[in-house]
């Protein structure tokens, strides 16, 4: 079995910073692209960011120059940096990952954090 679990959300004001990290553990073989999505109530999920397992990142229009999303393979994490937050910002914040958990699976499949709470007050 495979856990992610994501911590570092939490209330900001606009403005303001938080940093949220994504540990995955258990049975795994190897990750491939890991990610951060968002959803806000009544909306669907969203991707926020990604990253690939060699660095190649890619992010939602709507937060290009304000996240940033990075990986540490070594240790199975994924973090996103969120600076210049805005209340549109608020959401519940879920991690992802593409795990194999034998050498000899064909493909990756998806796993998902239990989600945190991000709250920007305007």
């Known amino acids: 079995q495979v856990q992610l679990v994501e911590v570092g959300g939490g209330l900001v004001q606009a403005g303001g910073s938080l940093r949220l990290s994504c540990a995955a553990s258990?049975?795994?073989?190897?990750?491939?692209?890991m990610g951060w999505y968002r959803q806000a109530p009544g909306k669907q999920r969203d991707l926020v960011a990604a990253?690939?397992?060699?660095?190649?990142?890619n992010y939602a229009d709507s937060v290009k120059g304000r996240f940033t999303i990075s990986r540490d393979n070594a240790k199975k994490m994924v973090y996103l940096q969120m600076n210049s937050l805005k209340a549109e910002d608020t959401a519940v914040y879920y991690c992802?990952?593409?795990?194999?958990?034998?050498?000899?699976?064909?493909?990756?499949?998806?796993?998902w954090g239990q989600g945190t709470q991000v709250t920007v007050s305007s």
């Open positions: 992802n990952a593409a795990v194999r958990t034998n050498a000899w699976d064909p493909y990756a499949r998806d796993y």
């Open positions: 258990g049975s795994i073989s190897s990750i491939g692209a």
């Open positions: 990253i690939s397992s060699g660095g190649t990142t």
